[in-house]
């Protein structure tokens, strides 16, 4: 079975090499997904020192706008939010951040139910608090 590479022009590029997406037969599987803007190290919902670590943070900006890069994405390869079949999502904080990351997700999942692995690691790549990854059909 043949798997073809997929990158959006809308969604925040890779910090490392990989691509987006990749389709393998009638499946999508996106690669880890964080808040961060296209074209710029901006992270909605969080403020840096000059060092560039984390002095504050709102997880609910972030949960959105993860959701909305994660909707690009899958619209930009030929699937949708609705097409969704699995989400693992990477928190840096559960004790302090599930309760509002549960509410967002609820907002955005409630017309469509996958399946959901929720774990807290203790960092990131780049200084984010949330990241999805998605598998959906297309």
Known sequence: MSASKFDSKRAPEPVGLYPHARKVGELL???GVGPRERGTKKIPGVDLNEEGEIVSYDIEKQCH????NVKMILEDAGSSWEKIIDVTVFLTNM????????K???EYFKDNLPCRTTVEINCLP?????ELKVIATI
Do not use: E, M, R
């Open 65 to 68: 706008s993860v959701f909305n």
């Open 104 to 106: 967002v997700y609820a």
């Open 95 to 102: 004790k302090d951040d599930f309760k509002t990351y549960n």
């Open 126 to 130: 780049t200084p984010i608090a949330i």
């Open 29 to 31: 599987f996106l690669s």
